[in-house]
């Protein structure tokens, strides 16, 4: 997978004492926690958002099973056929928030033309915190909860959002890491949404939509 | 470092955060936000109290409406800790978790959680 390859440049876990003056009654201890620098190297792992790949550089996407908020399992296999919006996300990601919309209406607008969204929230508090968001914010989409498991055999995903979009034949075509642009997304949909799923032009296929709270 | 029994003993944890980066403050403004914070399991000793410094306001591309509570760039974190006057002498290492979720303009990363430990000499 194409992708920003993000890392911490520098994390000192144990404190070492720096030359603070001591003004305190006892001993004033300065500790250098940790420094932070979280880096993006661009290095050969670039991103390419502005459209879809090639079908010839397309590899298939790795398939999952996760639960959605009534405990069904949902596999990524299921969806064969049709184009996948996977979005992992989470309810304290605010670019995130951003784009929840969006893709409520590519939702609304091309599900019955073989499309849908599923999205992978990675909150450590699971349904606790995700199903009443979904259900404020009238979320039409699948939900499931993610974990680090999927973030890995998808790359390693670690910032949020990260948005893959999937051709008809469960290949990944686009990679967006961070806020994109609407458009984006728009175009990359619609160019998948040409092909013909195999055997059927819609792409239709029988994939339960259990949704936590739509409007 | 050395601690005297019946005294007080001050820790300043120093942050520093890359450009562009920023993390929740330890009081965000919505509930769904991760607030930096800063634990401690400080026996033998004891937590006086936790100062964070001010934090300040900044709005984001993702969040044009909403400005955010946040730390940037260089900070302390300030620790007090009481040495009990009934407290056994020697060494004891304090160990804190300082616990921060970041962002930066279009991305937000996973929480993470960084351990601390001061070596103290109780005398």
């Not at chain 1, 091309?110 to 508090?125: H, Q, S």
């Not at chain 2, 607030?35 to 900044?58: I, N, R």
Request: net charge neutral; charged share 20%.
């Amino acid at each position: 997978m194409e992708a920003c390859n993000l890392q911490f440049l520098d994390s000192r876990l144990f404190a070492s004492i720096r030359g603070y003056n001591c003004v305190m009654r006892g001993l004033c201890v300065s500790v250098v926690l940790a420094v932070l620098s979280i880096g993006c190297s661009s290095g050969s792992r670039t991103v390419k958002t502005a459209s879809v790949k090639a079908n010839k550089d397309r590899k298939v996407a790795p398939d999952f099973a996760l639960q959605d908020v009534n405990g069904h399992t949902v596999k990524l296999s299921d969806y064969r056929g049709k184009v996948v919006l996977l979005d992992f996300w989470a309810t304290w990601c605010g670019p995130c928030k951003i784009e929840i919309p969006w893709f409520q209406e590519f939702e609304r607008q091309n599900k019955d033309r073989g499309f849908a969204v599923i999205g992978v929230a990675m909150d450590d508090e699971g349904w606790d915190v995700v199903k009443p968001f979904a259900q404020e914010r009238g979320i039409n989409y699948r939900l499931v909860v993610g974990n680090d498991s999927i973030a890995q055999q998808f790359g390693g995903v670690d910032a949020l959002p990260t948005t893959f979009l999937i051709d008809r034949e469960g290949k990944i075509a686009s990679v967006h890491i961070g806020l994109s642009g609407k458009r984006d997304f728009e175009d990359g949909i619609q160019e998948l949404l040409q092909t013909p799923g195999a055997g059927n032009a819609s792409g239709n296929s029988s994939v339960p939509a259990v949704l936590v709270g739509a409007k | 470092m050395a601690g005297k029994r019946g005294t007080e003993l001050t820790a300043k944890l120093a942050v520093s955060l890359g450009e562009g980066y920023h993390v929740n403050s330890n009081t965000p403004h919505e509930a769904y936000l991760i607030p930096l914070k800063l634990t401690w399991t400080p026996a033998p000793l004891e937590v006086a109290s936790v100062t964070f410094p001010k934090p300040h306001d900044e709005k984001y591309q993702f969040s044009p409406d909403q400005a955010l509570s946040v730390f940037t760039g260089n900070f302390e974190i300030v620790t007090k800790f009481k040495v009990p006057a009934d407290t056994t002498s020697g060494p004891a290492i304090i160990a804190g978790k300082l616990r921060y979720q970041a962002c930066n303009n279009t991305m937000c990363f996973p929480p993470k959680t960084v351990e601390v430990k001061l070596p103290v000499e109780i005398q």
